[in-house]
């Protein structure tokens, strides 16, 4: 989500200075990647990983910034509702057991932030879905009281002109609408970040792309929300559809959604360039 910010109102003067400096940064990566040897060094993977925080009960406990407060560590971050946290897990070389060093890290920081969490009768639990999640739990009511997170969904909501619609198949479909954005909130994942040599980024992302279905068939998680027996990894559809803020009005709009997997192969690094 970048730095914190002291607002979640702006001027369209604002935005337009915002702008320009995010073309500015996308120009200042291009010729960072144009730099020879930039980004040479040994392979290397990191992670975040994003969890729940359950009652003795199992219900979600919406005390993140109570544990972040606690805890006290920079790697452990707040997320968008406040039954969410986040920790980032420090880079391992990829050479021999990175994954088990990885998981053996997770455990450790998971144990240390429990430690803090028990006191405020509240658990971690890393699951894509929540089984015991309510759609009582949901709502404005529990979005992280962060300017950031009130401006993007402040945002979403005004370019989409209104409700969010859900609507997800499987033996039981659901429909339903949320007023905000706090529904991406039930959604949490285990991300590998991976450093690969600059120059064959494309090589290493097409390769990711091809082996990721595999992936998601194999560890799928979160057959249901709210109780409804739904798609086995029903967190695609979830997330996609809580920040669409497409206007369903605008029928022959061709932007794409904001969550999607791309239209096209990668060919080289220039991926990364401004147009």
Do not use: C
């Amino acid at each position: 989500m970048g730095l914190s910010i002291q607002q979640s109102e702006f001027t369209p003067e604002e935005f337009d200075r915002f702008a320009a400096k995010v073309r500015t940064d996308l120009t200042a990566l291009t010729r960072l990647l144009d730099r020879p040897g930039f980004g040479e060094g040994d392979s290397s993977i990191g992670a975040e990983v994003e969890f729940y925080i359950v009652n003795p009960d199992l219900r979600v406990q919406p005390i993140n910034t109570d544990i972040a407060a606690s805890v006290q560590d920079p790697q452990l971050t707040v997320e968008l509702n406040r039954f969410n946290l986040e920790y980032n897990l420090s880079p391992q070389a990829f050479k021999g057991a990175p994954f088990a060093r990885t998981e053996q890290q997770l455990l450790e920081a998971m144990q240390r932030i429990n430690q803090h969490a028990a006191p405020l009768n509240g658990e971690l639990v890393p699951i894509g879905i929540l089984p015991t999640l309510r759609q009582s739990d949901m709502g404005a009511k529990v979005m992280t009281d962060e300017p950031r997170y009130h401006a993007l969904s402040n945002a979403l909501v005004q370019q989409r002109g209104e409700p969010f619609s859900i609507h997800i198949g499987g033996n039981d479909v659901i429909d339903l609408e949320a007023d905000d954005v706090t529904m991406e909130g039930a959604t949490t994942s285990f991300q590998l970040h991976w450093r690969v040599p600059a120059h064959r980024f494309a090589d290493y992302f097409n390769a990711v792309q091809l082996v990721t279905p595999i992936a998601l068939a194999l560890a799928s998680n979160s057959p249901s929300l709210f109780g409804h027996h739904l798609w086995d990894e029903t967190r695609i559809a979830l997330f996609k559809q809580s920040v669409d803020s497409r206007s369903p009005n605008h029928r022959t709009w061709k932007h794409p959604p904001r969550v999607y997997y791309g239209n096209s192969w990668e060919s080289s690094k220039a991926a990364f360039k401004p147009e």
